[in-house]
């Protein structure tokens, strides 16, 4: 695309020669010749500095907010008021506004997202219509899977991953859509079709995100005030559902939990087998009642089912097609079990905060183990208040506490231990095993038949921070050598 069509698209000064533009990023790393690099002001470091290592690079195209010091005169800098709205809305442009192309369901809330988006992504490829992925657990579309950095990428990722689901064939994207995105500006330019609310509690507040709640929840809020879609679905059961939506115009469709909603869920029942902890249920519509079962616990899984139906049913599948899709639904990191040969049942889940570890093992407690152990860390270098939370409620829920280490980074992992253990009062009722791997060995040569052994905080991930590098760590294959060692012995 020529750059005087792409800078159609935003509010600028400058002038430039016409050139062909084919790739555009905000990382020095990225750029290339043909790029054009867009200088964001971020929390740590500022994109302005690193201008001239982009030019190194091959980039001559510079969009900025002031001049950049130490660029050659040849270099073309287009100035803009914000230089993160112009990165979406240039990006949108380049890829040629693809939203357009495909059916978009964007997905925000302080839990639930993963779970919920994954649930509506299966479902749609279970029925025939091919869906991607872009959310905690990475970006998923056709056959490829690949990580991300955020929950919500960057602008001018979102928008090149949204081209790329188009061009392979794929007819709708669900996006997990934070509360950094949209405030940030890293969706602007994306019209999605349908957008849901699951849930909204104290979360991501700090000096590098959220000042307080007030602008957390106003965050949240945008994704239904400035983003036009057909349809809202939303959580009849949260308190902050009728101020989300205060503003909002869209059609509304709404779940609950025993309420009268849309999408009700009634005579709900725990299920555990050999391999699963899940749950059943009634799902209450206008055109009828849909048994479902699934196969991860709780009850806040069940509003998450609720929500994937009513976008499911949106898209016109039938009851049996949901029905057969909730019966096989696998998410990696959210309520992974795997069973030990002794009979003790290990969970993998994400749980990082306070809020979402109560949950779990609230919810973990209704399956009556014998003990009910929790695994977990808190991430180093930030999450100071998580640390405590995470802390007080492990003392309370479970019967056995293994503290470790989750993503270390640069910090102590015996200091971070440290702030968690201040919760503890009973000395008898935890201990402390700083490297994670010695930590699920332990919890499994100990366990016993009936517990329940909760692995909290890593969930999906497959790498421990450390020192500033992401070194190979998974969980379950951690578990899985244990299990074949103990095979093997018994030959």
Not at 255 to 260: A, E, K, M, P, Y
Not at 272 to 294: E, H, Q, V
Not at 365 to 376: A, D, Q, S, T, W
Not at 411 to 432: F, G, L, N, T, V
Request: hydrophobic share 35%.
């Amino acid at each position: 695309m020529l750059l005087s069509q792409l800078l159609k698209k935003i509010e600028y000064c400058g002038s430039f020669t016409d050139t062909e533009v084919e790739h555009i990023t905000n990382s020095s790393f990225e750029a290339r010749e043909h790029s054009v690099f867009v200088c964001i002001r971020g929390f740590a470091t500022d994109g302005h500095v690193f201008a001239p290592k982009a030019y190194d690079a091959g980039c001559r195209i510079f969009v900025c907010e002031r001049q950049p010091e130490g660029l050659p005169s040849d270099a073309t800098v287009i100035l803009v008021p914000d230089s993160r709205r112009a990165l979406a809305l240039l990006s949108c442009a380049l890829y040629g506004e693809p939203s357009r192309s495909i059916s978009v369901i964007g997905i925000t809330g302080t839990k639930g997202k993963t779970t919920t988006a994954l649930m509506i992504k299966q479902m749609l490829d279970h029925a025939g219509i091919p869906a991607g992925y872009i959310g905690s657990n990475g970006i998923q579309y056709a056959s490829k899977r690949m990580d991300s950095k955020n929950t919500t990428p960057e602008s001018h990722i979102l928008q090149y991953h949204l081209r790329q689901m188009a061009n392979e064939g794929v007819r709708a994207a669900v996006i997990e859509v934070s509360s950094q995105a949209l405030k940030l500006g890293r969706t602007l330019g994306i019209e999605f079709d349908i957008t849901a609310f699951t849930n909204l509690s104290p979360d991501h507040i700090g000096p590098a995100e959220h000042p307080n709640f007030d602008d957390y929840m106003i965050s949240k809020k945008k994704l239904f005030d400035e983003y036009p879609s057909r349809l809202v679905i939303a959580n009849a059961d949260d308190p902050s559902t009728k101020k989300m939506l205060s503003d909002c115009t869209a059609e509304k469709r709404f779940f609950s939990l025993g309420g009268r909603s849309d999408f009700t869920a009634t005579n709900i029942d725990l299920c555990r087998t050999s391999d699963m902890l899940g749950t059943s249920f009634i799902c209450n519509k206008k055109d009828g009642a849909l048994p479902c079962s699934l196969s991860v616990p709780g009850e806040f899984n069940i509003h998450n089912a609720l929500c994937a139906i009513a976008v499911a049913k949106a898209f016109g599948l039938s009851d049996e097609q949901i029905s057969a899709s909730l019966s096989k639904m696998k998410i990696d990191g959210r309520f992974e079990v795997l069973t030990m040969p002794n009979g003790a049942c290990f969970v993998i889940d994400y749980a990082h905060n306070g809020l979402s570890l109560k949950s779990v093992l609230q919810a973990l407690r209704k399956y009556e183990p014998n003990r009910l152990v929790c695994l977990f860390g808190s991430v180093g270098c930030r999450t100071q208040v998580r640390r405590a939370q995470m802390g007080e409620v492990a003392s309370k829920y479970a019967d056995f506490s293994i503290l470790t280490s989750d993503n270390p980074d640069t910090e102590s992992p015996d200091q971070i231990i440290d702030d968690i253990a201040r919760q503890y009062y009973d000395p008898d009722s935890y201990i402390r095993i700083p490297d994670r791997r010695e930590a699920i060995r332990f919890a499994a040569e100990k366990s016993e038949r009936g517990d329940i052994i909760l692995l909290a905080g890593k969930g999906h991930e497959r790498y421990q921070l450390i020192n500033g590098r992401n070194k190979y760590f998974c969980e379950r294959e951690i578990l899985e050598d244990y299990i074949n060692e103990l095979t093997y012995s018994a030959k």
